[in-house]
């Protein structure tokens, strides 16, 4: 168990549709990075917040959008669905952020979408 | 820019055999880390190992053992006597700032 929690594990929508995956970090880390995991296209980084605010940017679609809260939970909100988003989606988090990684990512089980 | 290369997309071999799993990475920094990330068929992602540029000690750990070669831009992970629990997907992975890019994974499946 990697004290990374995400919901829902599973998910199944219509395209079109939006959707909101959450994430809890482990206890005292203060960034949360999101990364895409589809067949064709492998790991990709999305986002990263450290501490409530935005810190890195990947490959995210502009349909896509990220916030963490202050109490440092994270959604990542997926809208227009397409059957291309279908894809398992990790968070994961890590105690360094703004000094520059130097720790592991612990990530979580993911959150499966399938879109259809 | 950064590049992970994992050349070998799948790799079968027998229990007990050694298993070696390649990664180049490619970045212009001089201070970045190394990981590597193993996949089970349960799809969650798990930690197996970190370096820092600084630090080319090769590394075991039971049966695992990394080889990091700064002039060959190589992070090399064997599996010595594999087993069938270590059927799963191996992501090799760098960072130099705050995100982690990781490779294509190498599926590595263990036949009794």
């Known amino acids: 168990d990697s004290g990374v929690t995400q919901t829902p594990k599973h998910l199944i929508t219509a395209t079109g549709q939006r959707v909101t995956l959450r994430c809890s970090p482990r206890s005292g880390d203060l960034s949360v990075y999101w990364y895409q995991q589809s067949l064709d296209q492998g790991l990709q980084f999305l986002i990263q917040y450290y501490n409530g605010e935005e810190r890195a940017k990947g490959n995210i679609l502009e349909r896509f959008s990220a916030q963490q809260f202050p109490d440092l939970h994270s959604e990542l909100n997926l809208s227009s669905l397409e059957l291309g988003d279908s894809a398992l989606y990790f968070c994961a988090s890590s105690v360094v952020g703004l000094a520059g990684y130097t720790g592991e990512l612990f990530f979580g089980e993911g959150s499966r979408l399938t879109v259809l | 820019a950064q590049k992970v290369t994992q050349a070998q997309t799948e790799i079968s071999v027998v229990e007990k055999e050694d298993v070696t799993l390649d990664c180049v990475y490619e970045?212009?920094?001089?201070?970045?880390?190394l990981f590597w990330y193993k996949q089970p068929p349960s799809g969650e992602l798990v930690f197996l190992i970190r370096r820092n540029s600084f630090d080319e000690q090769n590394e075991i750990s039971g049966r695992y053992s990394w080889n990091f070669q700064k002039s060959t831009s190589s992070f090399n992970f064997t599996i010595t006597a594999s087993q069938v629990v270590d059927s799963a997907v191996y992501f090799c992975a760098l960072s130099t700032t705050d995100k982690l890019i990781f490779g294509t994974g190498t599926r590595l499946q263990v036949f009794p």
């Open positions: 970045t212009r920094d001089t201070t970045y880390y």
